[in-house]
T-cell receptor, first 115, second 116 residues
Framework: DGGITQSPKYLFRKEGQNVTLSCEQNLNHDAMYWYRQDPGQGLRLIYYSQIVNDFQKGDIAEGYSVSREKKESFPLTVTSAQKNPTAFYLC??????????????FGAGTRLSVL | AQSVTQPDIHITVSEGASLELRCNYSYGATPYLFWYVQSPGQGLQLLLKYFSGDTLVQGIKGFEAEFKRSQSSFNLRKPSVHWSDAAEYFCAVGSLYSGGYQKVTFGIGTKLQVIP
């Protein structure tokens, strides 16, 4: 079945540590996105990538980094510079074509907590 | 800039009762509108979407939404709620930029509680 796989489901970060969240899709989508979800704030865009080897900052990119070396993979690193990383992280993908009638598909999320 | 307002953070309804979740958007052109549902600890699932055409949109699980341009609204409705509908519901507005980048702005969500 086609879809988006996020791992791990739960992740714990120690003070000063970098952690990486995995996002893999087999939908052959060009565009991929990372969102952060906090209670009462909806989803906020961290980074997005329209094509391999290219990515752009979203609304809250500080303290995060990404890479897009393969079409199917878009890992997110939460660096030690992110002082409040506890949140639910969602990865999404989109066909990325000029056709407007497309939707974003979401993974099941990773819950990150600070130890 | 596009934005979405969901004025109700929490709604409680009795099982079998009708439901309406409110959504207002701000967007300069014809918007692409979505409703997503999220169960606890899960990702978002698309309920329905509006791109153009008929302003009454049917979705999955018996949900429907009506696009009203004059009121900048896209309210979600269900005639009879089931206990399994308890979840968080997100309204979203999208736009497509050149190169295929789709910017989607989400509301803060409405948590639905269903009581027996």
């Amino acid at each position: 079945d086609g879809g988006i796989t996020q791992s791990p489901k739960y992740l714990f970060r120690k003070e000063g540590q970098n952690v990486t969240l995995s996002c893999e899709q087999n939908l052959n989508h060009d565009a991929m996105y990372w969102y952060r979800q906090d209670p009462g704030q909806g989803l906020r865009l961290i980074y997005y990538s329209q094509i391999v080897n290219d990515f752009q900052k979203g609304d809250i990119a500080e303290g995060y980094s990404v890479s897009r070396e393969k079409k199917e993979s878009f890992p997110l690193t939460v660096t030690s510079a992110q002082k409040n990383p506890t949140a639910f992280y969602l990865c999404a993908s989109h066909p990325g074509t000029a056709l407007a009638k497309n939707i974003q598909y979401f993974g099941a999320g990773t819950r990150l907590s600070v130890l | 800039a596009q934005s979405v307002t969901q004025p109700d953070i929490h709604i409680t309804v009795s099982e079998g009762a009708s439901l309406e979740l409110r959504c207002n958007y701000s967007y300069g052109a014809t918007p692409y509108l979505f409703w997503y549902v999220q169960s606890p600890g899960q990702g978002l699932q698309l309920l329905l979407k509006y791109f153009s055409g008929d302003t009454l949109v049917q979705g999955i699980k018996g949900f429907e939404a009506e696009f009203k341009r004059s009121q900048s609204s896209f309210n979600l409705r269900k005639p009879s709620v089931h206990w399994s509908d308890a979840a968080e519901y997100f309204c979203a507005v999208g736009s497509l930029y050149s190169g295929g980048y789709q910017k989607v702005t989400f509301g803060i969500g409405t948590k639905l509680q269903v009581i027996p």
